[in-house]
């Protein structure tokens, strides 16, 4: 098994910048495909950003892409999230998630690791 601990979320102004952080201990870090999830208030879960086991590929939401880049340091077995040009629309719980079997990037359903999430709140 895995832990996962997300960090780095907080309150910021549209255009801002934060970095998320998705630190993990347990098993071989570098067994596991990472994705991050959010939940905006009174919405359903939404994929954000995936990131393959060695770095590569990595896939985007179309939402987020050019404003966000996930990438891993496996040595320290974390992940993270650099998101940008933050908008009202990003505000939400982020969580990051692990999958060691097959992996389907987007699909929450099949990550199997779950961290207890980060608030994200964008004022405008």
């Known amino acids: 098994q895995v832990q996962l601990v997300e960090s780095g979320g907080g309150l910021v102004q549209a255009g801002g910048s934060l970095r998320l952080s998705c630190a993990a201990s347990?098993?071989?870090?570098?067994?596991?495909?990472v994705g991050w999830f959010r939940q905006p208030p009174g919405k359903e879960r939404e994929f954000v950003a995936a990131i393959s086991r060695t770095g590569e590929p990595t896939y985007y939401a179309d939402s987020v892409k050019g404003r966000f880049t996930i990438h891993r340091d496996n040595a320290k077995n974390t992940v993270y999230l650099q998101m940008n040009s933050l908008k009202p629309e990003d505000t939400g719980a982020y969580y990051c998630?692990?999958?060691?079997?097959?992996?389907?990037?987007?699909?929450?359903?099949?990550?199997?690791?779950w961290g207890q999430g980060t608030q994200v709140t964008v004022s405008s």
């Open positions: 347990g098993r071989t870090f570098s067994d596991y495909a």
């Open positions: 998630a692990a999958e060691s079997a097959i992996w389907y990037p987007t699909r929450a359903s099949r990550y199997d690791y």
